[in-house]
């Protein structure tokens, strides 16, 4: 099946240091989607991209969908211990309503 | 609460029997969709449904069987359960309407809190 390249794969960051991830195709997408998933839940979603170059900020997040349309980035800003999780991009191929998600970053804050 | 929700939480089964989750969303949305998470965390589309009808079927066993009663539920039977249909599933919604093409919230995705199964 189809996924999408997503890294780093996994992160060790102190807390209050930012972290940046990002996913990568050979596809075109017309929408981006990030989500993060915690243990035993399901992915939450965190931000949502409509257009090539859109820049768009949710509190310490903030992700672009990349000019392309096959690239998204995700930062983090002055990261906490609850930032923990899997973080997951998804990408929903252009006139379908079929989404790609990325291999996950599995993010790892120490106090 | 609006949500995705989904039943059971976890279901423990002996290989070869047949078993059924349910999935509920009551956010209004057209699209419903199933998918599976391995050991490796990778999620993987299954099948999605827009106003009951079945829109993605990807390369996943006859052994499984989605069916969407109303555009709010779409539930997944899975008949002769073997040791690697283990995984976490996940159920999702979607506004879409009658077209992929739209852009905007349209294509945002929830997903519901997921069915552990463990094949034994």
């Known amino acids: 099946g189809q996924q999408l390249n997503q890294s780093p794969q996994s992160m060790f960051i102190q807390e209050g240091e930012d972290v940046s991830m990002n996913c990568t195709s050979s596809?075109?997408?017309?929408?981006w989607l990030w989500y993060k998933q915690d243990p035993g839940e399901g992915p939450v979603l965190l931000i949502a991209?409509?257009?090539?170059?859109e820049l768009t900020s949710n509190g310490r997040l903030t992700a672009q969908f990349g000019i392309t349309r096959k690239d998204s980035f995700l930062n983090i800003s002055a990261s906490i211990p609850s930032d923990v999780g899997i973080y997951f991009c998804a990408g929903q191929l252009r006139g379908t309503y079929k989404y790609i998600f990325g291999t996950g970053t599995r993010l790892k804050v120490l106090a | 609460d609006t949500a995705v929700s989904q039943t059971p939480k976890y279901l423990v089964t002996q290989m070869g029997n047949d078993k059924s989750i349910k999935c509920e969303q009551n956010l209004g949305h057209d699209t419903m969709y199933w998918y599976k998470q391995d050991s490796k965390k990778f999620l993987k589309i299954m099948f999605s449904y827009n106003n009951k009808e079945l829109i993605i079927n990807e390369t996943v066993p006859n052994r499984f069987s989605p069916k969407s009663p109303d555009k709010a539920h779409l539930n997944l039977h899975i008949n002769s359960l073997e040791l690697g249909d283990s995984a976490v599933y996940f159920c999702?919604?979607?506004?879409?309407?009658?077209?992929?093409?739209?852009?905007?919230?349209?294509?945002?995705?929830?997903f519901g809190p997921g069915t552990r199964l463990t094949v034994l």
């Open positions: 596809s075109i997408f017309n929408t």
């Open positions: 991209l409509y257009k090539a170059g």
């Open positions: 999702a919604s979607s506004p879409h309407g009658s077209s992929g093409s739209r852009t905007g919230s349209y294509n945002e995705q929830f």
